[in-house]
């Protein structure tokens, strides 16, 4: 019996979020008295793997079929079922991402497992029930839910747990075959075609976002965005009436109708603060806001506030972080 954490890499790099999901599995792993071991997916290293140690992974199972490399839903659950069956895990930890809300309802139906998704704290266990808290309403609220049943699967919500750093710890690994046919790929992308970003940081894993609402007046002036965005080595993004208006693409909508966004850094300019653009923000670790309305709602989400005309402080904040290297 073991708990199973999904691993999600890129470029050869584990992802952030994924550290905090393994650090988090083997946390429920020395609750329950057992081991985490991992199942990698995406375009991964040895080496790097095997760092997942750091986060308390005994081991890391890595099937080194190439067309793992992007992602395929079919193959991707299947990889992870036959993992957790050859693993035994009683419970299944992976990261509340695209990829962990296209397979985490797969798997629930696979393997007959109860599923928590956005889930922010550690579970309270009592005896074979886990009590787990959800985010809720876009963030305003929790519940507390039962996960029943002889298999668990939880989705952790980013930047919700620390990832924990046990320099010099290392996990073994080893390699793994799901036996994957053809047909497991039958619903593979035939071609991946990235959108145009700012610094070649794309929004949904952006670690650093420079966004800007209706306060920025017009798209002539987005260089002002795009040059801190640079000068941070950031992606862009926008509030919901600036795409609407085509002023930026509706790709780099945040919100509760566009894509959600967990950076270490959100630095808001000339934006509100609705409710509905905050829902896509509010798990971001530091929130900055420029508005030169004190009253802005925006101020109370945010960490440290700057009241203040963005044409003003903007070309200021780029060039002091140019300075500072
Ligand atoms: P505004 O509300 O017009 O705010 C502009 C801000 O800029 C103001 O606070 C102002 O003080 C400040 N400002 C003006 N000039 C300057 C200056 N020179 N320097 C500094 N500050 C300045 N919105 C989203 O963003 N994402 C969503 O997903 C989303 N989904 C929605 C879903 C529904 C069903 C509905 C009804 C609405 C949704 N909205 C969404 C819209 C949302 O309610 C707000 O209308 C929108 O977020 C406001 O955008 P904004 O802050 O850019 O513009």
């Known amino acids: 019996m073991s708990v199973l954490v999904v691993v999600e890499c890129a470029d050869g790099e584990v992802k952030k979020s994924s550290l905090e999901v393994a650090s988090y599995g083997a946390e429920v792993a020395a609750m329950l008295g057992t081991t985490a071991t991992a199942i990698a997916v995406g375009e991964a290293t040895e080496a790097n793997l095997a760092t997942l140690g750091e986060q308390g992974i005994t081991k890391v199972l890595y099937d080194a079929e190439p067309r793992l490399k992007d992602f395929v839903n079919n193959a991707y659950t299947k990889l992870i079922a036959t993992a957790a069956e050859q693993e035994q895990a009683k419970v299944i930890v992976l ?123 017009g798209p002539e002036n987005w260089s002002l965005i795009e040059d801190l965005a640079k000068a941070l080595g950031a992606a862009t993004a926008c509030s919901k009436p600036v795409s609407d208006v085509d002023w930026r693409p509706h790709h780099e909508h945040v919100g509760q109708t566009g894509i959600t966004v967990s950076p270490n850094l959100y630095i808001a300019c000339g934006i509100s603060g609705a409710i509905q653009h905050l829902a896509g923000v509010n798990s971001s670790k530091v929130i900055v806001v420029i508005n030169k309305d004190p009253e802005a709602p925006f101020f109370k989400a945010a960490d440290y506030g700057i009241v203040g005309d963005v044409f003003d402080v903007l070309p200021k904040l780029t060039a002091a972080v140019k300075e500072l290297g």
């Open 95 to 217: 990261a509340n991402s695209n990829i962990g809300a296209a397979v985490g309802s797969r798997l629930s139906v696979r393997l007959k497992a109860s599923l928590a998704t956005n889930v922010v704290e550690l579970p309270k266990v009592n005896g074979d029930q886990f009590v787990v808290r959800r985010g809720a309403f876009s963030g305003k609220a929790f519940s507390d839910v039962v996960l029943s049943g002889d298999r668990k699967i939880i989705a952790v919500k980013k930047n919700s747990t620390e990832a924990k750093h046990e320099a010099g710890k290392s996990a073994e690994v080893t390699s793994f075959s799901a036996q994957l046919a053809d047909a497991d790929f039958a619903d593979a992308p035939t071609q991946v075609v990235m959108q145009e970003q700012t610094g070649g940081v794309l929004l949904p894993e952006a670690e650093l976002v420079v966004s800007g609402g209706r306060g920025m007046k």
